[in-house]
């Protein structure tokens, strides 16, 4: 009766390591394009990039996650915002508060909780912490794992640990890209330079990208 809308999945009958492997970088991919498909569908519709569109969005995944049975560091991590915004979120807007409240209430209400075992909610904010640099145990506390139990899980379940392989792949090849990026920009600005200097008469150009500042809650201040 309903679609299947999860995304692409690692198949827990999958025939070897190298098909688990291909599996887990296409779901990671996934993961990691979130926010580039938001922004796409916001340009398609012409809107220029707006704070308050991306505070509602990311307070959107957070609702997701409290729904799902996580904690507030799991939750940080999904909505992609370091534990003090999301404190602040719920300190100074009562709506997002109270949603966040009847969320996690939900998820109570049909036995979602961190003391049962592990979600794929709580695999998901595992891969974005280990795809945002995090170590694998300081991931595995942020999803409410133990140690102990995030051990116990990747030895019984292949699946996870292909997941875990490609995200750290997922993160050193964007840190190469990073550098490089920032390599090509260093040696473009130091060969550009004189001629810069030469055809504005020092004036110094330069140009910004137009960002609407309208959500006065996207840096709440400590």
Do not use: C, K
Not at 99 to 112: D, Q
Not at 177 to 206: C, K
């Amino acid at each position: 009766m309903y679609e299947n809308m999860a995304g692409p999945a690692v198949r827990a009958g999958a025939a070897g390591p190298a098909e688990r492997a291909e599996s887990a970088a296409r779901v990671v991919a996934w993961l990691a394009a979130r926010d580039e498909v938001e922004h796409a569908l916001r340009d398609a519709l012409g809107r220029p990039p707006s704070q308050r569109d991306d505070t509602v969005a990311r307070m959107a995944e957070a609702l997701r996650a409290a729904a799902q049975g996580l904690g507030e560091p799991a939750i940080a991590v999904a909505a992609g915002v370091p534990e003090r915004m999301l404190r602040g979120w719920m300190e100074q807007d009562p709506a997002f508060a109270t949603a966040l409240r009847a969320a996690s209430a939900l998820a109570a209400g049909h036995g979602l909780t961190a003391d049962g075992g592990a979600t794929p909610a709580m695999l998901r904010v595992v891969l974005d912490a280990v795809g945002r640099g995090a170590s694998w145990p300081v991931a595995g506390r942020l999803a409410g794992l133990s140690i102990r139990r995030f051990n116990r899980l990747r030895q019984t379940t292949p699946g996870v640990e292909s997941l875990l392989e490609a995200a750290q792949r997922m993160r050193a090849r964007t840190a190469r890209t990073a550098r490089g990026a920032r390599d090509r920009t260093a040696r473009a600005g130091a060969g550009g330079a004189a001629r810069r200097t030469e055809a504005e008469g020092g004036a110094g150009e330069r140009r910004y990208r137009l960002v609407r500042l309208d959500d006065p809650m996207l840096s709440p201040t400590e």
